[in-house]
């Protein structure tokens, strides 16, 4: 089973920037689509951008305009670049294949990474 690794979080004041990136174990993103999701505290888990095999990107009402999805095939990564940060971003970011969460197998979530957005 592909195992993802996510990277890049940390602390950073509202308005400011942050690219988090995801490594997966195999050659995936040829054939999947692939998305970032996030999960705060207390709250369920949301998609918040996706990117399908064509390149084609959707975002989350709440983060369109802001964050943008890439991924790179031959380093097997995906990148969220998150601008203008407000803390209801503060959430544990992972990403995997895109499909409805509850048919992603738990198994195959990574340990996310955590971005804290705070002054």
């Known amino acids: 089973q592909v195992q993802f690794v996510e990277s890049g979080g940390g602390l950073v004041q509202p308005g400011g920037s942050l690219r988090v990136s995801c490594a997966a174990s195999?050659?995936?993103?040829?054939?999947?689509?692939m998305g970032w999701y996030r999960q705060a505290p207390g709250k369920q888990r949301e998609l918040v951008a996706g990117?399908?095999?064509?390149?084609?990107?959707n975002y989350a009402g709440s983060v369109k305009g802001r964050f943008t999805i890439s991924r790179d095939i031959a380093k097997k990564t995906v990148y969220l670049q998150m601008n203008s940060l407000n803390p209801e971003d503060t959430a544990v970011y992972y990403c995997?294949?895109?499909?409805?969460?509850?048919?992603?197998?738990?198994?195959?979530w990574g340990q996310g990474t955590q971005v804290t957005v705070s002054s």
């Open positions: 995997n294949k895109l499909r409805p969460i509850a048919t992603i197998d738990p198994s195959s």
């Open positions: 990117i399908t095999t064509r390149g084609t990107t």
């Open positions: 195999e050659s995936i993103l040829w054939f999947s689509d």
